[in-house]
């Protein structure tokens, strides 16, 4: 099993919405920032979106600010990414993924990954 698990992902619409989510079974949530990556096919990981581990400070790729939101529960370990007005430059593989340390935008400054969830915006 992942140490993280996505879900969530799916086929949307130009304009559409969609919610993901990230769950961190058996592991002390609240210890981590959390982060969402995404790579689009031929294309390297990118970041999107973080979290700190209390929830109070967020922070976002210049490409969906505005348009994304994350957030978490820690009282049920999980963290969120409300994707709003998605057109199909969004469309990518979605990973989350946990840090012992402060959030980043470089991918391997994170410890754990979920196993990715499909994203896909039609024209």
């Known amino acids: 099993q992942a140490p993280l698990v996505e879900s969530g992902g799916g086929l949307v619409q130009t304009g559409g919405s969609l919610r993901l989510s990230c769950a961190a079974p058996?592991?002390?949530?609240?210890?981590?920032?959390m982060g969402w990556f995404r790579q689009a096919p031929g294309k390297e990981r990118e970041f999107v979106a973080a979290?700190?581990?209390?929830?109070?400070?967020?922070f976002y790729s210049d490409s969906v600010k505005g348009r994304f939101t994350i957030s978490r529960d820690n009282a049920k370990s999980t963290v969120f990414l409300q994707m709003n007005s998605l057109s199909v430059e969004d469309t990518a593989v979605y990973f989350c993924?946990?840090?012992?340390?402060?959030?980043?935008?470089?991918?391997?400054?994170?410890?754990?990954w979920g196993q990715g969830t499909q994203v896909t915006v039609s024209s």
């Open positions: 993924a946990a840090t012992t340390r402060v959030w980043s935008r470089v991918d391997g400054d994170y410890n754990y």
């Open positions: 058996g592991r002390t949530f609240s210890t981590y920032d």
């Open positions: 979290i700190s581990r209390s929830g109070g400070s967020t």
